[in-house]
Every structure is written in C-alpha cells, then in structure tokens.
C-alpha cells in the first residue's frame, strides 16, 4: 500500500510572533514515519509542539493541538508562537493497537529577527585548479561545486589569480546561481605564511615584483615590537599583504596554522612556528581563521589542534572570524573535495555580505567526511542553527544546486558521462532552473 509523507512548511519561523505552520499529506492513504506506526487518514490524533533544549515549549502554552487527518483534506494548518529560539519538534500522537503513540515527527526552528533577516549560504573559499597543482579547469572546479550544493566559491590557485576570474569567465551570462568569486593563495617571498585573498579584485602576487614591495615591508619590520621567535620580516609582510587583501575588498584568510609539512630531508614540522601562530592570533592581522583546513584523515590531528585552538582563544579575547574550506587539488579524486566547507549567514550572495557575515562572526565550519557524522565548529548558536539545517534543509537545497551543477558541467562539455547537449539545450535548462534554490529557501523561512 502506498504510503503518505509528510511535510512542513515553513521550517524556519520568527520568536515570540504567531505563525501558521502548513502539514501536507501527499500520497497514499497511509503513512507511518516512526517505528513502523500507521496512522490511517481520518485517525484522530494530537499533536504536541515541544521545543528541544527548553521545557517552555510555546509561547501562548496550547502546546497540544488536537487535529483530525481528515480522509480529503491534504493539508493541516497549525498556529504556533515559540518564546524561545531553538528547534523544535511536532510530535504527533495517536491510538495504535490500542495505545497511544508517537506516529510522526516533524522539526522546525525558532530565530530570533537578526538570524532570520539571513540566509545560510555553503560555500568553499580555497581550492586549486589544474592552473596551479591541482586536476581540473577552473571552470571544472566552479561547476562541480554547484554540483556538491555551494552556494559560493573561489578558486585559489598558488600564486594566481587568473584562474579564478578563467572560472567565472566560462559561466559569464549564464543563468546561474552559483557565486563565483575571484581568489588566490599567496605565497610571499621569503614569507612561509600561506594566506587566502578571497574575493579581492586584485592580485596581491602580482606586487611581489614591485620593488615598493621589499621597501614598504622593509621598512614596516623595523618598526615592529615582537615577541621572541618571531621573524620581523616573516611578520612584516604577513600584515602588510592582509592590508593590501583588504584594500582591494577582499577577505584576508590565515591558512591551516597547524599544518605539518615536510622539509627537503623529510623530517615533518608544523610549516610555521607556535611562536609566529601564537603572534598571529593575538594581532589578528587576518580577517579570518581557517578553522578546518583541507586535511587528509592521517592529518586530522591538525583540524584538532585548529579547533581546539579557536575554543582557547574564544576564552582569552574577543570572538574569531572562522572558515572551513577543502583545500581540494581535484574535485573527482574521492578525497578533500566537499569534505570541509563554510556555511555564513549572509543578507546576500553579494561580496561585501558574503565578508561581512564572516568577519561578524556569522558563520560556522563543517566537516562532512564521506561515510562520518557531519560535525559543525563555530560559534555555539549558529551550530545548534547549522545541525537544524544539515538535517532538515539542506539536503533539498543540495538537490537542487546538484541539478544546476551537471548542467554547469554539460556547459563546459566535462560532464562524466561524456554525452553532449548543444549549449542552447543547457542554456535553456538553466534558466528554467534559476531562482529556484532560492525560491525554496523562500518558502522554508517565515520573515518576520
Ligand atoms: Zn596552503
Ligand atoms: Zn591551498
């Protein structure tokens, strides 16, 4: 027999204000979701609204709803007001065999008005492409992003910036809804620091060969009071190329500090001293961390080392920008791609939203290892956020970004399955398809 879903909508309602919650029934005339329970359409039975971290479950206390599957009808409405902002889960209980029982679960979330003005947008701020030393175009790279349900990204070559604008040249007048931003990772000379410019609108490699370069970090390091153990010049030109980061409007990322690498003699320290990184997170010349950084599984130890870092210096000084990025060389490798990634609470996908969400501390990393337990670091109330969203929103927004995302690749002709559609095909599939995630992500959040 077929059997009915359920579905809610909205899923993303405002605190301390009435709203209506819509159950629809599609299907069959049965449906059961829990432990094998069935609830026969015109079953009465009640539903309970309890919120999951605290007992005070609603606002106006008729928390029990009593409600009737009505054999016609294919929708319910509830009205609810939440006094707090947390998940919360409808429980819908009826008679089977007798006794009373859990027969379904539906989950919502209560924001408070400054979260819920956002959207929550994925996205990977470093990457490489086969332009530096990784294994796909540019192009390649941005549409298998759309593919694994981002929302924006940057290639970030080593010592280029070309390739990133290569990416969102092949995709110009398209009609897509990825953001795909300019970036590079940045290699100073004589500086180990590796350092992410993302988004800026240009390349801060290029002035290396300046010789203004030399004379204005030259000059800077004679100037600094440091600690013990720490290069002037090493720190010199790290702060002078976050300042040239942001003054070409990008977001100046300080990359994988715990990163252990390996010497020309194959002996494996960490690619910058403790007394440089301790520096660095003190000044905070950096726009952000990367909290998770593109490890393998044998070098998980590092995101440790990051993540527990970042807690220390939550407690000593003020709150840490953080991202989580792949670092990926190659997006079909089975390996880094999509497994770490930001998701930030923008007012748009426009750059300066994008940066200011994260330099406000609005976004959260995510580690999503294939076959492990999606984890989420960042600040406290955004992951509570964020582990809603993993189970309960994404994954119908990363079907649909994944649609768009084999069509960017068709566009390309680098589709896996070798098959070609003319581009006027695509052209025309894309723009049935645009506006679409967001159109959903419209109907999952109640504005306030
Ligand atoms: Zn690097
Ligand atoms: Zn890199």
Known sequence: MPHAELTLLPRI?????????????????????????????????????????????????????????????????????CSVEQEYRLRIRSAVDGKDQVVAELSFYALEDDLLGRMPYKGDLHMHSNRSDGRDSPAHVAAACRRIGFDFMAVTDHRQYEPSLEARDAFRDLPIDLAILPGEEIHAPGNPVHIVNFGGKASINA????????????????????????????YAATSWIFDQIRRVGGLGIFCHPYWLSYSPDQAQAAYISEALTSCLLERRPFDALELLGGYHRHEVEANILQVTRYAAELARSQPLPIVGVSDAHGCETGKLFGWYYTVAFA????????IGAVKDSLSVAVEALP?????????????????????????????????????MLRWIGEHPSGLEQGQAWVREQLRDRQGRCAAWLNQVVARP
Request: hydrophobic fraction near 45%; charge should be negative.
């Open 13 to 81: 309602v405002p605190v301390r204000k009435a709203i209506d919650l819509q159950i629809r029934i599609a299907g069959g005339p049965l449906f059961t979701q829990r432990q094998g329970n069935l609830l026969c359409r015109g079953q009465p039975c009640t539903v309970f609204a309890m919120g999951l971290f605290e007992a005070g479950p609603l606002a106006n206390q008729d928390h029990i709803l009593p409600l009737r599957f009505d054999p016609d009808a294919d929708a319910f409405r509830l009205r609810v007001s």
């Open 207 to 234: 002035l290396f060969q300046d010789p203004a370069y030399e004379a204005a970090v030259g000059q800077l390091s004679r100037s600094l009071d440091l600690p013990a153990g720490v290069d002037p010049r090493v």
């Open 347 to 354: 007012h748009s996908l426009d750059l300066p939203d994008l």
């Open 371 to 407: 076959g492990e337990t999606v984890r989420v670091y960042g600040p406290f109330r955004l992951v509570k956020v964020v582990l809603f969203l993993l189970r309960e929103v994404f994954p119908e927004h990363d079907r649909l970004c994944a649609a768009e995302g084999d069509l």
